[in-house]
């Protein structure tokens, strides 16, 4: 792993395309990811972004913002006018491209400095997107920021087995990450959890079932196709993600498999689908 320190210029990126019915901004404290050779980085859309990538190996480099915080501080004000123009909401989804949890996470603390800069001068909305109960690292100040502004946390699960055979294992176990969801349900902090990408589930029923009873908000839940930005999947197709998908479950391959378990999903939590799922849009019991 090359690991290099950086400063940014810019912390609030003013979003688009995917992201557009997401959020005003998003907002990414690393450029690369630590769990990049792990299974959720076999899947993740960011491989094929070259802007970011500049010809590196995706798993293999992280960039820290040292200065994020700081600059956040010093933009924010300029962001929010622009988001609330035409009675906008400044709305932040903190992190598109990276995972704010990762390893160097507990070295840098970027993130922890930015949830900080937060309680200063809020968002009016703020979305968590994690892999990782890492995140608990930080549950006092994640508690503080759900009283001052619209908090929610997406916590991805792509489904109720811990891995796929032919893939890296992931960044956390399954429990791991259930227990996460449980915690922050129980302290009554808003909290989804992501199906993204859509792994083959092995007893639908029982695992939905399963996430109704911890208490959690809603399940979202986003096929490769379209998940990656593009309309067949052709980004994820060239990765090892299909052909393991496709050995447990080969029906999961197609849209159709995302559409009839979010059927099974809306007998027990609101269910989000893909972006409007992520825009925090449901549909199911209690909507």
């Given at each position: 792993?090359?690991?290099?320190?950086?400063?940014?210029?810019?912390?609030?990126?003013?979003?688009?395309?995917?992201?557009?019915?997401?959020?005003?901004?998003?907002?990414?404290?690393?450029?690369?990811?630590?769990?990049?050779?792990?299974?959720?980085?076999?899947?993740?859309?960011?491989?094929?972004?070259?802007?970011?990538?500049?010809?590196?190996?995706?798993?293999?480099?992280?960039?820290v913002k040292i200065n994020a915080a700081e600059i956040y501080l010093r933009t924010v004000a300029r962001e929010k006018k622009w988001?609330?123009?035409?009675?906008?909401?400044?709305?932040?989804?903190?992190?598109?491209?990276?995972?704010?949890?990762?390893?160097?996470?507990?070295t840098y603390r970027v993130t922890r400095r930015l949830l900080e800069a937060m309680h200063e001068v809020p968002p009016d909305q703020?979305?968590?997107?994690?892999?990782?109960?890492?995140?608990?690292?930080?549950?006092?100040?994640?508690?503080?920021?759900?009283?001052?502004?619209d908090l929610r946390i997406h916590i991805s699960i792509e489904g109720d087995r811990d891995r796929l055979d032919g893939l890296p294992?992931?960044?956390?176990?399954?429990?791991?990450?259930?227990?996460?969801?449980?915690?922050?349900?129980?302290?009554?902090?808003?909290?989804?959890?992501?199906?993204?990408?859509?792994?083959?589930?092995?007893?639908?029923?029982?695992?939905?079932?399963?996430?109704?009873?911890?208490?959690?908000?809603?399940?979202?839940?986003?096929?490769?196709?379209?998940?990656?930005?593009?309309?067949?999947?052709?980004?994820?197709?060239?990765?090892?993600?299909?052909?393991?998908?496709?050995?447990?479950?080969?029906?999961?391959?197609?849209?159709?498999?995302?559409?009839?378990?979010?059927?099974?999903?809306?007998?027990?939590?609101?269910?989000?689908?893909?972006?409007?799922?992520?825009?925090?849009?449901?549909?199911?019991?209690?909507?």
């Amino acid at each position: 792993m090359k690991v290099a320190e950086i400063h940014c210029q810019s912390i609030l990126t003013r979003v688009s395309g995917y992201l557009k019915a997401v959020s005003s901004h998003s907002l990414n404290p690393y450029v690369g990811c630590g769990f990049g050779r792990s299974s959720c980085g076999e899947g993740c859309y960011v491989r094929s972004n070259q802007w970011l990538m500049r010809g590196r190996e995706w798993g293999r480099f992280v960039d820290v913002k040292i200065n994020a915080a700081e600059i956040y501080l010093r933009t924010v004000a300029r962001e929010k006018k622009w988001a609330r123009k035409d009675g906008g909401c400044f709305s932040v989804f903190f992190s598109s491209s990276t995972d704010p949890w990762q390893p160097l996470e507990r070295t840098y603390r970027v993130t922890r400095r930015l949830l900080e800069a937060m309680h200063e001068v809020p968002p009016d909305q703020l979305t968590l997107q994690t892999h990782s109960a890492s995140l608990l690292d930080d549950l006092e100040k994640i508690q503080t920021l759900s009283r001052i502004c619209d908090l929610r946390i997406h916590i991805s699960i792509e489904g109720d087995r811990d891995r796929l055979d032919g893939l890296p294992p992931p960044p956390c176990t399954l429990e791991e990450r259930l227990t996460a969801l449980r915690k922050l349900a129980d302290l009554k902090i808003p909290v989804v959890a992501c199906l993204s990408p859509l792994y083959p589930l092995k007893a639908p029923d029982a695992f939905f079932s399963r996430l109704s009873r911890i208490g959690i908000r809603a399940v979202v839940i986003d096929h490769f196709i379209y998940g990656d930005g593009t309309p067949d999947g052709s980004r994820t197709l060239k990765t090892k993600l299909p052909r393991a998908m496709a050995r447990a479950k080969p029906e999961s391959l197609n849209l159709s498999y995302r559409d009839r378990i979010a059927r099974i999903a809306r007998k027990y939590l609101p269910v989000g689908i893909s972006a409007s799922g992520f825009a925090g849009h449901y549909s199911g019991p209690g909507q």
